[in-house]
Nanobody
Framework: QVQLVESGGGLVQAGDSLRLSCAAS????????MGWFRQAPGKERMFVAG????????RYAGPVQDRFTISRDNAKNTVYLQMNSLKPEDTAVYYC?????????????????WGQGTQVTVSS
């Protein structure tokens, strides 16, 4: 098992940046592909970004491409989501997810470990 704890959310203005962190404990972090998802009020949870366990493959959702960057530090058991040029439509609860496989997936059901989420609110 792996436990995931997100941090770094907050209230910012449009155009600002935030960096989310997800700290993992438990089993070997480098064995897990990691993903970030978000859920806005009244909407389904959607894929934001994912990274393979080696960090060699990264995938992004269209709305965040070129603004968000996912990275990982296996020595620190942490995955990051750098969010730049934030927009009000980025407002959501952001969740970190993990699955013990090599490749990343955009499908939430693929992941079997989830954090509790961190709120990101972007004001206009």
């Amino acid at each position: 098992q792996v436990q995931l704890v997100e941090s770094g959310g907050g209230l910012v203005q449009a155009g600002d940046s935030l960096r989310l962190s997800c700290a993992a404990s438990g089993r070997t972090f480098s064995s897990y592909a990691m993903g970030w998802f978000r859920q806005a009020p009244g909407k389904e949870r959607m894929f934001v970004a994912g990274i393979s366990r080696s960090g060699g493959t990264r995938r992004y959702a269209g709305p965040v491409q070129d603004r968000f960057t996912i990275s990982r530090d296996n020595a620190k058991n942490t995955v990051y989501l750098q969010m730049n040029s934030l927009k009000p439509e980025d407002t959501a609860v952001y969740y970190c997810a993990a699955v013990e496989v090599r490749m990343v997936s955009v499908v939430s059901d693929y992941y079997n470990h989830w954090g509790q989420g961190t709120q990101v609110t972007v004001s206009s």
